[in-house]
């Protein structure tokens, strides 16, 4: 069967493996090599792709919820948008968030996924209190903060075991609505000063017209915000438009991501402007198209996403928009978001400082200047993000992973290494 992640590339025949219960996905797991749980296929590139894959969808019971304290427990295949439907209409959110709701609770552990409030609350795994992890040998292992098989599984790509569920804390919020606030910049010192001024802000992100050149380069639209106190919890999801089939390949050029950044720079007021928008707008404003990743045509793309460290942000940033702007390959959605600092576990993405992530669909010459963008970014001492990833190179990889061989020896102790492996891993000799 024909199978590839949220980027569409690369597709390859893989087979599912089903299970009924832990005990017949224990027998699966022994009998096999080289499996790679698989949760909703939101990341990007290879790192939910194997030929066996075992889709935990299917575990998908919320088994305990404390209306004091806010402790949600449930198994690994829950979504964030069915949390959201469930709690915000008792006035219970997620502390993290990523800009999609359309991922699983495991996924969101794998990745130790990030939302535009890291620089206050961190990452997903902040909110982890425990969970409970199926072994290579059909041993059903319990972690929490501070214990190893924690630290290599928050951010380990699916690579430490199956998450089988978890117990998670929400807070508490006031509204399902969002007191927004936009800064419109001119360039990349207007941006940085901005999100500077606003860093007191729980949540912030902004756009970059990654086309602009000169004096313009890293103009942007800044959107902080926080919670309402309207307490207008009665949420309920907007129907959703459907993107029917992939856009042909030449609609997405230099000319047409020029023409969307110049009119979505434009249609924004001048200096500072307050909306009120929902949670959807606010935070997942993509989740509002079906199928969006097929505007990138039938070949696909990906999202190269970076971090450099907060001291040279601005000088790294300056030369990478300039790289991209003259290689004249565009992407309409660049995102920057502030970080604070980087947590314990092995491969956790996040470190304090600045990431910009941007989407390119697949076509020829990309990967050099993507291999060339690499070089910039370990120059500055950053790193790549994994959860997005589908060609950076083990050399590249392992320069911006300081724990890259704990996390090795650890796979090697439990037996995982060869278990549990995505073509990703592969790559990487996770
Ligand atoms: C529109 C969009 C916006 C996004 N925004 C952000 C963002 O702001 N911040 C951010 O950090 N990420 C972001 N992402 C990436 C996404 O949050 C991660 O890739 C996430 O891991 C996807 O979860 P999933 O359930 O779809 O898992 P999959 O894509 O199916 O798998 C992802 C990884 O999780 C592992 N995994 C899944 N389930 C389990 C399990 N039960 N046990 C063990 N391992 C498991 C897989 O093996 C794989 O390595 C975004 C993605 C999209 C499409």
Known sequence: MKFSAWGRYPVIEANPVHFQNIDTLAHSIQDRQNLIPYGNGRSYGDSALATQYAPQRSRDRM???DESSGRLTCEAGVLLSEIIATFLPRGWFLKIT?????????????????????????????CVE???VLQPNGEILV???????????????GLTGVILDARISLKKVTSKNINQTTIKTKNLRETFEAFEEYSHMPYSVAWIDCLATGNNIG??????GDFADDMHLDYKEKKRLTIPCNFPSFALNNLSVKAFNWLYYKKAPAGVSHQKVDIDTFFY??????????????????????????????????EILGTIAQSGKGSFLAV???????????????????????????????????DHLDQIVLRYGGRIYLAKDVRVSKETFEQGYPHIEEFRTFRKKMGLDTKFNSLQSKRLSL
């Open 63 to 65: 088994m305990a919820f």
């Open 98 to 126: 990523p800009g999609t709701k359309l991922i699983t609770i495991g996924g969101a552990i794998a990745s130790d996924v990030h939302g535009k409030n890291h620089h206050v609350e961190g990452c997903f795994s902040e």
């Open 130 to 132: 425990e969970m409970r």
């Open 143 to 157: 972690c929490a903060k501070g214990d190893e098989l924690f630290h290599a599984t928050c951010g380990g790509m």
């Open 219 to 224: 103009k942007c639209l800044l959107m902080v």
């Open 285 to 318: 404003p993509l989740d509002a198209i079906n199928n969006w990743n097929r505007i990138y045509g039938k070949n696909g793309f990906t999202q190269y996403q970076f971090i450099l460290p907060k001291e040279v942000s601005f000088q790294g940033l300056n």
């Open 336 to 370: 920057l978001k502030l970080y604070g600092k980087a947590n314990q576990n092995y491969l956790s993405f996040p470190m304090e400082g600045y990431s910009l992530a941007l989407d390119f669909k697949i076509e020829k010459g990309l990967f050099n200047l993507l």
